[in-house]
T-cell receptor
């Protein structure tokens, strides 16, 4: 089975440009999470969805960040305008729901974003 | 608030040595889940184990073993007879029990270097 798919794997852009990161979760998973990894802050949650509905976006740093999940097999994370401090690795993860259980999250390979 | 502490930033061992990675967590929840993930040099996050707070039984999987002690809020990970391929950053993570899946709160990670 295919794992979580993210694109692009690497993105280099100039400050002020719009950046769109994409994620395809594992088929059948109804939870999708976006995390960001930086040296200073480690791995931190940005936003997560359940059945395509955003549940908690308190980790989204600023209004420049937005995320959507138009259907069960696709999500985007958009940064507009991008800034150098947004440089990080962005991970998408998915998991399936269970009865009272918090199941393991499977991560995509990440998108390494560099904003110059 | 939930918190995960991995006090060991970096560990270096010689191949075939045993090594234990420490993880201490804080949570007010009575039911929660603990996880370990591996991040090899290639950058992806690989799920290793999930543990429920009500199950304190230790677990062994090949050369890997986990020691969960609720009394000390610790969930330590031991690699027996380490190999060069074990070199990676290892993350301990915590999630609360809720009506569904919840985000992971990660520790800062421990970088393990296994020297041949």
């Amino acid at each position: 089975d295919a794992g979580v798919i993210q694109s692009p794997r690497h993105e280099v852009t100039e400050m002020g440009q719009e950046v769109t990161l994409r994620c395809k979760p594992i088929s059948g998973h109804d939870y999708l999470f976006w995390y960001r990894q930086t040296m200073m802050r480690g791995l931190e949650l940005l936003i997560y969805f359940n059945n395509n509905v955003p549940i908690d976006d308190s980790g989204m740093p600023e209004d420049r960040f937005s995320a959507k999940m138009p259907n069960a097999s696709f999500s985007t994370l958009k940064i507009q305008p991008s800034e150098p401090r947004d440089s990080a690795v962005y991970f998408c993860a998915s998991s399936r729901s269970g009865q009272g259980n918090s199941y393991e999250q499977y991560f995509g390979p990440g998108t390494r974003l560099t904003v110059t | 608030a939930q918190k995960v502490t991995q006090a060991q930033t970096e560990i270096s061992v010689v191949e075939k040595e045993d090594v234990t990675l420490d993880c201490v967590y804080e949570t007010r929840d009575t039911t929660y889940y603990l996880f370990w993930y591996k991040q090899p040099p290639s950058g992806e996050l690989v799920f290793l184990i999930r543990r429920n707070s009500f199950d304190e039984q230790n677990e062994i999987s090949g050369r890997y073993s986990w020691n969960f002690q609720k009394s000390t809020s610790s969930f330590n990970f031991t690699i027996t007879a380490s190999q060069v391929v074990d070199s990676a950053v290892y993350f301990c993570a915590l999630s609360e029990a809720g009506s569904g899946n919840t985000p992971l709160v990660f520790g800062k990670g421990t970088r393990l270097s296994v020297i041949a």
